[in-house]
């Protein structure tokens, strides 16, 4: 079995990049980040791409941290106010739809905003719904346009649902810190897939880290069919 990382091909600088994905994210919503003993204050780059009440996602506007016991003790309650397991929960995770800003002409069928954020168009959209792919969940972005712009684009954000491991990576290798359980992601380069440890999605996340988008060779062999631009196919080594 072969995996490859989906991502962006490699710019030729940073006006490039600019150009080919004319789109910016903007955050509203997150769970409080915590502040940690050893750590100091941080938090981490999960999204918890949920259909949730305006009423709900007011009690996480703002940016603000919790001492380590705080947190953990209004983790529950944020669990059960988005109708989720409390191990979902992380600090300073995205909470809601993805949002995000036009701030060009989209011309390609996938931007990248940032590291682990790939939008695509309808017609990509469409495509990869019809393949039936295991793991994938397709979020529609709230996009902000200025004002009097024509022909704004629907795009929608590829959710990875699945989990795996990579090849000599243990769980408590992840852990940096035994107060407040921050996780580092070792060895960034290395992508080799454990096929054991690997729940057989289609779409999936390495190592609980959600900036790394992965593929089965099925979705590469899609992609490649379709010819979608500005994305890259990089097999996990």
């Not at 072969?2 to 997150?30: C, G, I, K, Q, W």
């Not at 999204?47 to 919790?66: I, P, Q």
């Not at 940032?114 to 309808?122: A, F, K, R, S």
Request: glycine content about 8%; aromatic content about 8%; proline content about 7%.
């Amino acid at each position: 079995m072969r995996f490859f990382r989906l991502t962006h091909p490699e710019y030729v600088s940073d006006r490039e990049a600019d150009r080919r994905n004319p789109v910016r994210v903007v955050v509203s919503h997150r769970v409080p980040g915590m502040t940690c003993a050893n750590c100091g204050p941080w938090s981490s780059s999960d999204r918890l791409r949920l259909k949730v009440s305006a009423e709900v996602l007011h009690g996480f506007e703002g940016v603000k941290f919790l001492a380590v016991e705080d947190w953990a003790a209004s983790r529950d309650e944020w669990a059960k106010s988005l109708g989720v397991p409390a191990d979902l929960i992380r600090p300073g995770a995205e909470v809601g739809a993805p949002e995000g800003q036009i701030v060009g002409v989209v011309k390609e069928d996938v931007v990248h905003p940032v590291p682990g954020e790939i939008w695509v168009t309808q017609r990509v959209a469409d495509s990869l719904r019809g393949a039936s792919f295991a793991g994938l969940t397709l979020f529609e972005v709230q996009l902000r346009a200025p004002e009097g712009t024509q022909d704004v684009p629907r795009l929608w954000a590829i959710v990875p649902m699945g989990r795996a491991s990579r090849l000599g990576i243990d769980e408590r290798s992840l852990v940096l810190c035994d107060i407040c359980q921050r996780e580092g992601f070792p060895r960034p380069k290395a992508l080799a897939v454990d096929p054991d440890r690997w729940d057989r999605t289609d779409f999936f996340i390495v190592d609980h880290n959600p900036n790394i988008i992965m593929i089965t060779e099925r979705v590469r062999d899609h992609i490649r069919a379709a010819g979608f631009s500005n994305v890259e196919l990089i097999e996990a080594r």
